[in-house]
């Protein structure tokens, strides 16, 4: 996906600054030129050579008016910076097109062209334009980089104006600049079948219909083939023409993935952190029943609902994925630890009622936490926790027997409340665990005697 940004900003004015600004721009050979000139002027008097003083003078003004004609040139210039793309995923690169368009009658000299970006994104990129004429264009782009999701300012664009002898150097800045989003690191996963995820109409939604009643129902105005065992007679009556019921529309399946983000549940930073695959498993579960069609959310321990729109939250019916998509991963890319020490508000959003699949990734758990969602699974169709003990990706695997025994415990109450929990280890693959969940949500419908998921 290719985005536009910063188009038409006008810059390179020489109005701009006064006569210190343009000497403050000279450069060491100007500054070097005029430091001669004046010593060579002050040696001709004292030794009343007026030779050297004429190369003296032509030293020292030679700079001086370099610097003077610099800054009464009047370049007109636009610039326009384009992404591709404007929302790429931690360790993917995207580049970057500048374009330069010369909206003056004259055409322009030497031009240095710089933009500012992040350390993070590389190093900061400098371009040396040759002659640009009158309506003239020239177009260069590089390339960034970031293992770190974020927001990413590019710009302002800076222009460097230097006069053909190298005397005086002016920069010009745009007052336009653009952001880059890098989002978490999305990885592909199977189709699998979980429980919670049945489509159609839907038991709930026959329940609500047949609850509204006669009175309640929306009738619309009759249409060519409309069966007529669906004519509303008393809406019929009303309106002087015939009515028909409308549709029972299918009721699409819906899926919310909690995001535990508290600062207490994790430790260690870095592209490598435990919180870092929680997000990134976030978002691969989010753009995955995305694709699925499916209704979905994003929930935070805070009770922060993405994209909140649409009825409880999520992205309805009307709201096209990709937005809904875009929207999420966007939250995503900023998401950072919250100060709570707890996942109350999080069930509070739950508590409505049946909200379909629950999908949670979950950092460090003590006996209170594991207790709300054992409740939370009540109020979902089906729950699947991936828990992460942050410690442990800290630790060398023969450390830490205690930590894991209170991590299984953890993992065991989950489970006798209905949850499909799983630990995941440090440099797990979540299209495994993905595999793995199905296969034992298979095997516990199995050894209930039910149907499948």
């Known amino acids: 996906m290719t985005t536009a ?33 004046v010593a060579a002027a002050i040696c001709a008097y004292v030794l009343g050579q007026s030779d050297l003083l004429r190369v003296g003078l032509l030293l020292a003004v030679l700079p001086l008016v370099c610097a003077a004609v610099l800054y009464r040139t009047r370049y007109r210039v636009a610039g326009s910076r384009r992404l591709s793309p404007a929302r790429v995923p931690a360790g993917s690169e995207a580049r970057v097109h500048l374009r330069m368009d010369n909206i003056s009658r004259l055409p322009t000299g030497l031009l240095m062209l710089q933009d500012r970006v992040p350390y993070v994104l590389g190093p900061r990129p400098r371009f040396v334009l040759d002659r640009v004429e009158a309506g003239g264009r020239r177009e260069v782009s590089y390339r960034v980089r970031s293992d770190l999701r974020g927001r990413y300012p590019l710009g302002p664009l800076q222009l460097r104006l230097s006069d053909p002898f190298g005397m005086c150097e002016l920069t010009r800045s ?62 019929t009556a009303r309106y002087g023409e015939l009515m028909v019921r409308r549709e029972e529309q299918p009721q699409r ?33 989010l753009v995955h029943m995305l694709e699925r069609g499916f209704s979905v959310r994003l929930l935070t321990d805070t009770g922060n609902v993405v994209p909140g729109e649409g009825s409880d939250g999520f992205a309805g019916a009307s709201q096209e994925s990709a937005d809904a998509a875009g929207l999420m991963m966007d939250t995503l890319a900023v998401v950072d630890h919250s100060d709570g020490a707890g996942l109350s508000r999080a069930y509070d959003v739950l508590r409505g009622g049946n909200e379909g699949l629950l999908v949670a990734f979950l950092g460090d758990l003590d006996e209170e936490q594991a207790a709300v969602l054992a409740r939370m699974r009540q109020r979902s169709g089906g729950a699947l926790a991936f828990v992460l003990d942050s410690g442990a990706w800290m630790r060398e695997p023969a450390e830490g027997s205690g930590a894991l025994d209170r991590s299984g415990h953890r993992l065991r109450l989950l489970r006798e409340a209905g949850w499909t929990a799983l630990a995941v280890p440090r440099g797990a693959s979540l299209n495994e665990l993905w595999r793995q969940a199905e296969r034992e949500r298979s095997g516990l419908a199995a050894a209930s005697g039910g149907e499948g998921p």
Not at 18 to 31: N, Q
Not at 274 to 279: G, K, L, N, R, S
């Open 5 to 37: 940004g910063a188009v038409h900003a006008e810059g390179a004015d020489g109005d701009r600054g006064g006569l210190r600004t343009a000497l403050a721009g000279l450069t060491t050979r100007g500054r070097s030129f005029l430091a001669a000139g």
């Open 174 to 235: 745009f007052s336009t600049y653009d952001t880059l989003t890098v989002i978490p690191r999305v990885e592909p996963l199977p189709p699998v079948r979980l429980s919670g995820e049945a489509k159609g109409y839907g038991d709930g939604r026959q329940r609500a219909l047949a609850l509204a009643g006669e009175d309640d129902v929306i009738p619309r105005g009759y249409r060519y083939g409309d069966d007529l065992r669906r004519v509303h007679w008393r809406s």
């Open 253 to 285: 399946a819906r899926c919310t993935v909690l995001l535990d983000t508290r600062a207490i549940a994790y430790q260690g930073a870095g592209p490598d952190a435990a919180f870092e695959w929680a997000v990134s498993g976030a978002a691969s579960v």
